[in-house]
């Protein structure tokens, strides 16, 4: 293996260097734990006033309930002599790690290892156990926000089983991560575990890429709160033009409200909200669970997780009583909904519920059942699992496990991220999260690739993932603060990057919700809440800020092939990057680039070397429109680089011919504006191509032909398209000459 290698994180032809990271001089299988047998002598563990003792191997660490917060649990470490049958062996220190853990207690014991950029990492070790328990295990990041690169949850048993997982290592500009091989047994019991192991090989698919296919309409999905009918709604127009899917959440037509007692069916809010999306050009996408009837529930769970209701306690979002009130309640969508529906969510965040912690494989059973009635009323029905958390795939390891994702059409996971932390609240140091949060996520931080090695672990590689719910989550942001000038950028910047990760379909949460202010800009004083729908309760409706973006970047992307990014230098001396990526539509390109870390006390603000003198046009995410040339300075908000439009006029030399006289008749098009357009005109007839595509000159494309009183005497309707360039976008010219064939004698009349 090489000692060296460069990771390239993009593949953009721009006349500027790409970021590149090192990576270390190791060869593949070398170890990178210490200890890795869990060999005497060992270090002895109080921690947490006597609740956590014993003895660990050196250089493991003890990690177990991170701030000893917990009451009533213990927590003993030992070296013990039970090892792996034919494992190597010290003469003196034949010894496994045991944990045993009682009480609540968690157990969290790691060892430490550096993760290279460019590596793919296979860590492996084995476990056994007292009796059948869960253990999880992890590559986690050393410190905040602590990314698990590659999990692992495993049942082991009383016998010693080997466990191997595998994930890949963040790109970082330094070149390395810290990184903890983590061992995690969170109920009481004990476990042993012996020969653990943390190995790299140079990862040769180790660039970031982004889908080869143009980004469609249904890309883009919206959740849309208030009712659809308020006066001067524009969502409508919205759907219309650029935004594919509509999730039915948060908006009335849930479990709940249409069937809020045992057989008593209430679709009236189902019709209305499905009637609107079908007829602006979108589809619904339902959710079947998470919001239900108290009475559906069993008695025992229905006050663990009624967060949506509180106080009057009207509501669950418990697991089901049973399967069989689940699958009468999906039967009873699968009847109606029929041709009206077919995209279906199967539950909406369990992970937030206790009722679901322990039963993974009931919901498993859920969506397996859901997805059979479906399927069964319409084969053309695409159901998704049930919502996976993004904190770490170790919850989509656990319910894959379980059996879930089998038969279902996507994986549907919310991307709110925990990078963030207050970023968006300007009254918060910025120490508590990342101002790049959605770069490190979906870029540096692997996050697809690694979710997708877990799938690939279960046979579901080529699952697609949908990313159902995300946006800018601001419940404890102190109201007043100008926090909606940061959202729409990575309002903006989310929906972009969700793109070139690879995520297949991207929701964003809400497109008219404010978060912290009422309608007329005071705070908002439900506390519990936080949050509102814009001028809840009547009034004229307005456009939040980042609903706007969130339409302005689905305007830029449908339609175009997205590059992955590429990272250039501060150019202005500060240490903060621009990120860009290309756009091309056909043969014409433009440029999206923003500065993720950029702040308004920035006094190094970088800017962005424009490819070519030709992209003049810059736009923001308001839609606002400057004239730019040269270096351009960037900010956290995305701004399209474009061309100027072109303008054309179209003549004909003669507005009628007799057939068969054979004239020779110059059709001429003028392109003019943009930056210098380039490239062919196709003139056409009827819709009809007229010869082939004539280069511009100057400007000008003519066509001189004697074909057109060939055709049959009627008019007809002489157009023209402008093909484009490597910058100007193509255009079809508007209709501006009819032209009339007359019989070839003079003594009969022309068509009127």
Same mark, same amino acid.
């Given at each position: 293996?090489?000692?060296? %290698?460069?990771?390239?994180?993009?593949?953009?032809?721009?006349?500027?260097?790409?970021l590149?990271?090192a990576q270390?001089a190791? @060869?593949? *299988?070398?170890?990178?734990?210490?200890t890795?047998n869990?060999?005497?002598?060992g270090?002895?563990?109080?921690r947490c $006033?006597?609740?956590?003792t014993?003895?660990?191997?050196n250089n493991?660490?003890?990690?177990?309930?991170?701030?000893?917060?917990?009451?009533?649990?213990t927590?003993?470490? +030992?070296?013990?002599?039970?090892?792996?049958?034919?494992?190597?062996?010290?003469?003196?220190?034949?010894?496994?790690?045991?944990?045993?853990v009682?009480g609540? *207690?968690?157990?969290r014991?790691?060892?430490?290892?550096?993760?290279?950029?460019g590596?793919?990492?296979?860590?492996?070790?084995?476990?056994?156990?007292d009796?059948?328990?869960?253990?999880?295990l992890?590559?986690?990041?050393?410190?905040w926000?602590?990314?698990?690169?590659?999990?692992?949850?495993v049942k082991?048993?009383?016998?010693?089983?080997?466990?191997?997982?595998?994930?890949?290592?963040p790109?970082?500009?330094?070149?390395?991560?810290g990184a903890?091989?983590?061992?995690?047994? $969170?109920?009481?019991?004990?476990?042993?575990v $012996?020969?653990?192991?943390?190995?790299?090989?140079?990862?040769? +698919?180790?660039?970031?890429t982004a889908?080869?296919?143009?980004?469609?309409?249904?890309?883009?999905?919206?959740?849309?709160?208030?009712d659809?009918?308020a006066?001067?709604?524009?969502?409508g127009?919205?759907?219309?033009?650029n935004?594919?899917?509509v999730?039915?959440?948060?908006s009335g037509? /849930?479990?709940l409200?249409?069937?809020? %007692?045992?057989?008593v069916?209430?679709?009236?809010? #189902?019709?209305?909200r499905?009637a #609107?999306?079908?007829?602006?050009?979108a589809?619904?996408?339902?959710?079947?669970?998470?919001?239900?009837?108290?009475?559906?529930?069993?008695?025992?769970?229905?006050?663990?997780?009624?967060?949506y209701?509180e106080?009057n306690k009207t509501?669950?979002?418990s697991?089901?009583?049973?399967?069989?009130?689940?699958k009468?309640?999906?039967?009873?969508?699968?009847a109606?909904a029929?041709?009206?529906v077919?995209?279906?969510?199967?539950?909406?965040?369990?992970?937030?519920?206790?009722?679901?912690k322990?039963?993974l494989?009931?919901?498993?059973q859920?969506?397996?059942e859901a997805?059979?009635?479906?399927k069964?009323?319409d084969?053309?029905?695409?159901?998704?699992?049930p919502?996976?958390?993004?904190?770490?795939?170790?919850?989509v390891?656990?319910y894959l496990?379980a059996?879930?994702g089998?038969? @279902?059409d996507g994986?549907?996971?919310?991307?709110?991220?925990?990078y963030l932390?207050?970023?968006?609240?300007?009254?918060?140091?910025?120490?508590?999260?990342?101002r790049?949060?959605?770069?490190?996520?979906?870029?540096?931080?692997?996050?697809?690739?690694?979710?997708?090695?877990?799938?690939?672990?279960y046979?579901?590689?080529?699952?697609?993932?949908w $990313?159902?719910?995300?946006?800018?989550?601001?419940r404890?942001?102190q109201?007043g603060?100008q926090?909606?000038?940061?959202?729409?950028?990575?309002v @903006?910047r989310?929906?972009?990057?969700?793109?070139i990760?690879g995520v297949?379909h991207?929701?964003?949460?809400?497109?008219?919700?404010?978060?912290a202010?009422?309608?007329?800009?005071t705070?908002?004083?439900?506390?519990a809440?936080?949050?509102?729908?814009?001028?809840?309760?009547?009034?004229?409706?307005?456009?939040?800020p980042?609903g706007?973006?969130?339409? +302005?970047?689905a305007?830029w992307?449908?339609?175009?092939v /997205?590059s992955?990014? +590429?990272?250039?230098?501060?150019?202005n001396?500060g240490?903060?990057?621009?990120w860009?990526?290309?756009?091309?539509?056909?043969?014409?390109?433009s440029?999206i680039?923003?500065n993720?870390?950029w702040?308004?006390?920035d006094?190094?603000?970088?800017?962005?070397?424009l490819?070519?003198?030709?992209l003049q046009?810059?736009?923001?995410?308001a839609?606002?429109?400057t004239?730019?040339?040269?270096?351009?300075?960037?900010?956290?908000?995305?701004?399209?680089?474009?061309?100027?439009?072109?303008?054309?006029?179209?003549t004909?030399?003669y507005g009628?011919?007799?057939?068969?006289?054979?004239y020779?008749?110059?059709?001429?098009?003028?392109?003019t504006?943009g930056?210098?357009?380039t490239?062919?005109?196709?003139?056409?007839?009827d819709g009809?191509?007229?010869?082939?595509p /004539?280069a511009l000159a100057n400007?000008?494309?003519?066509?001189?032909?004697?074909?057109?009183?060939?055709y049959p005497?009627a008019?007809?309707?002489? %157009?023209?398209?402008y093909?484009?360039?490597e910058?100007?976008a193509?255009v079809?010219?508007?209709?501006?000459?009819q032209?009339r064939?007359?019989?070839?004698?003079?003594l009969?009349?022309?068509?009127?």
């Open positions: 293996m090489p000692t060296t %290698s460069s990771l390239r994180l993009v593949s953009l032809a721009l006349a500027a260097a790409c590149s990271f270390s190791t @060869a593949y *299988g070398s170890n990178y734990l210490n890795p869990f060999d005497a002598p270090v002895e563990v109080n $006033d006597g609740k956590v014993g003895r660990t191997a493991w660490d003890d990690n177990s309930d991170a701030g000893c917060s917990g009451t009533g649990y927590v003993t470490y +030992q070296q013990d002599d039970d090892r792996v049958a034919g494992a190597p062996a010290t003469p003196t220190s034949p010894h496994s790690q045991r944990i045993t009682t609540s *207690g968690e157990a014991l790691r060892g430490f290892s550096w993760l290279f950029s590596h793919r990492y296979r860590a492996s070790i084995w476990v056994r156990a009796a059948e328990r869960e253990v999880k992890s590559l986690r990041r050393d410190g926000p602590y990314t698990e690169y590659a999990v692992a949850s082991a048993g009383t016998a010693w089983k080997q466990v191997t997982f595998e994930g890949l290592a790109n970082e500009a330094s070149g390395k991560t903890w091989m983590t061992i995690v047994v $969170d109920k009481p019991g004990t476990v042993w $012996d020969d653990a192991s943390v190995v790299s090989e140079v990862d040769p +698919q180790n660039v970031v889908p080869a296919a143009a980004v469609p309409k249904d890309y883009f999905g919206l959740h849309v709160l208030r659809n009918n006066a001067g709604h524009p969502v127009a919205y759907l219309q033009r935004i594919g899917l999730r039915l959440w948060d037509p /849930v479990w409200n249409i069937n809020p %007692s045992p057989g069916w209430n679709w009236d809010l #189902f019709e209305e499905v #609107f999306v079908r007829s602006h050009g589809e619904p996408l339902m959710v079947l669970g998470g919001l239900l009837p108290r009475w559906a529930a069993a008695e025992g769970d229905r006050d663990k997780c009624n967060f209701d106080v509501n669950t979002s697991p089901p009583s049973d399967i069989e009130t689940w009468n309640w999906v039967r009873g969508v699968a109606h029929k041709g009206k077919r995209y279906f969510e199967v539950w909406n965040e369990p992970y937030m519920c206790d009722g679901f322990d039963r494989p009931f919901l498993a859920m969506e397996a997805i059979a009635i479906l069964a009323a084969p053309n029905n695409v159901v998704l699992t919502t996976m958390p993004p904190w770490g795939n170790d919850y390891d656990r496990a059996g879930g089998k038969y @279902a994986l549907a996971v919310h991307l709110y991220d925990n932390a207050n970023h968006l609240d300007s009254t918060k140091p910025y120490e508590v999260g990342y790049d949060s959605l770069e490190t996520l979906l870029i540096r931080d692997r996050y697809m690739d690694n979710l997708k090695l877990v799938l690939g672990r046979g579901l590689a080529n699952l697609p993932v $990313d159902t719910e995300s946006g800018y989550s601001m404890d942001v109201c603060t926090q909606e000038p940061k959202a729409l950028a990575y @903006a989310r929906n972009l990057l969700n793109w990760a297949k991207s929701f964003y949460y809400g497109w008219d919700l404010h978060y202010r009422n309608k007329d800009g705070c908002y004083t439900n506390a809440l936080g949050r509102e729908t814009v001028n809840e309760g009547g009034g004229p409706y307005f456009v939040t980042s706007a973006a969130y339409e +302005q970047m305007r992307i449908t339609g175009a /997205v992955a990014p +590429q990272v250039l230098p501060n150019n001396g240490t903060t990057q621009v860009a990526v290309k756009l091309k539509r056909g043969p014409t390109t440029y680039a923003w993720p870390n702040t308004s006390t006094n190094k603000l970088p800017t962005y070397p490819p070519s003198a030709k046009r810059r736009t923001d995410l839609g606002a429109v004239t730019v040339s040269g270096n351009v300075a960037v900010t956290a908000s995305p701004v399209l680089f474009t061309a100027p439009p072109t303008s054309n006029t179209f004909s030399q009628g011919l007799r057939q068969g006289w054979n020779a008749n110059t059709l001429t098009v003028t392109v504006g930056a210098g357009p490239g062919y005109v196709q003139f056409q007839i009809i191509d007229l010869g082939a /004539v400007g000008v494309a003519k066509l001189t032909t004697r074909d057109i009183d060939d005497v008019w007809h309707t002489l %157009s023209a398209n093909l484009g360039d910058y100007h193509a079809k010219l508007p209709v501006t000459k032209i064939v007359c019989p070839n004698s003079l009969e009349s022309c068509p009127q």
